[in-house]
């Protein structure tokens, strides 16, 4: 079930860069943390960053300080800016969200997008 859209994915050179979107239409994200994953073939999903309704980020280490979280709330998109990107990075990328009213952990996602390429060669 798709609630969220992915979008912005494609295919750069190592150390390029590109910026995806997730759009979440029909509800404010400024109530919901929200997150950013990515999944390789054969491989688990990886988390990578996380922005709560307060504003606070987390990052994963493969990511830290190449990778920025960020969002727009009168758009309601969420973004990941993604710099120096490496081939290791390619993967299927999908953002992910859940209604966020105290403050915890950005974790039991239940809304999902279908995901937006990302090829690095």
């Known amino acids: 079930h798709v609630q969220l859209v992915e979008s912005g994915g494609g295919s750069v050179q190592a150390g390029g860069s590109l910026r995806l979107s997730c759009a979440a239409p029909?509800?404010?994200?400024?109530?919901?943390?929200k997150a950013w994953f990515r999944q390789a073939p054969e491989n688990e999903r990886e988390g990578l960053a996380t922005?709560?309704?307060?504003?606070?980020?987390t990052y994963t280490d493969s990511v830290k300080g190449r990778f920025t979280i960020s969002q727009d709330s009168a758009k309601n998109t969420l973004y990941l800016q993604m710099n120096s990107l490496k081939p290791e990075d390619t993967a299927m990328y999908y953002c992910?969200?859940?209604?966020?009213?105290?403050?915890?952990?950005?974790?039991?996602?239940?809304?999902w997008g279908q995901g937006t390429q990302v090829t690095v060669s």
């Open positions: 992910a969200a859940r209604q966020q009213l105290m403050p915890g952990k950005c974790n039991a996602l239940n809304y």
């Open positions: 922005i709560g309704s307060d504003g606070s980020t």
């Open positions: 029909g509800f404010s994200f400024a109530t919901y943390c």
